[in-house]
C-alpha cells in the first residue's frame, strides 16, 4: 500500500521540511502509513489504503474475467471507504446484462470490493465488448 500510494503521489508529495512540520513519519503516503498521524489528522482508526489502488484491483477482476480477446469499454468506481491496514479485502463481480448494440456484443458487469463486514469500500460498474464467434 505504501508503495503504491508513494509511486502515485510522488510528483505531488510534499517537501520533507513541510512533512516534519505535520508531525508525520510518513515520507509521501498523505498520512497513511503513520497510525498516529491518520488518527490524528485523518480521522481515521489507524492505517489506511490509497483508494486508487482498490480501482486497480476492480479493474483487475473486470480484465481478468474478460480475457485478451475483448475490450473494456466503461469502467466507473466510486471509492466508498477507506481500507484499514488488517482489513480482509474481497472483490466480487456479476455480470448484470448483455446485450448487442452498434453491432458489439456487450456485458455490463458489476464490480465491488468489501471488507471483512461486507461494506462495500469501492463499488462500480464495467462495460465490456465480448469477441464475436462468427
Not at 48 to 77: E, H, I
Not at 101 to 106: M, P, T
Not at 118 to 132: D, E, R, S
Request: glycine share 10%.
Amino acid at each position: 500500500m505504501f508503495n503504491f500510494s508513494l509511486c502515485v503521489l510522488s510528483p505531488s508529495r510534499p517537501t520533507r521540511k513541510a512533512i516534519e512540520e505535520a508531525g508525520t513519519i510518513d515520507f509521501g503516503g498523505g498520512g497513511r502509513a503513520d497510525p498516529g498521524y491518520a488518527q490524528r489528522s485523518r480521522a481515521q482508526q489507524g492505517q489506511f489504503d490509497y483508494g486508487p489502488q482498490r480501482v486497480c484491483w476492480v479493474s483487475q477482476v473486470v480484465t481478468d474475467w474478460m480475457g485478451d480477446n475483448a475490450t473494456l469499454k466503461k469502467l466507473k468506481v466510486a471509492v466508498r471507504h477507506p481500507n484499514i491496514v488488517g482489513d480482509t479485502n474481497t472483490v466480487k463481480r456479476k455480470v448484470r446484462n448483455t446485450y448487442v448494440e452498434n453491432s458489439e456484443h456487450l456485458a455490463d458487469i458489476e464490480v465491488a470490493n468489501k471488507n471483512q463486514s461486507g461494506l462495500g469500500t469501492a463499488i462500480g460498474i464495467a462495460t465490456v465488448a465480448l469477441p464475436n464467434k462468427a
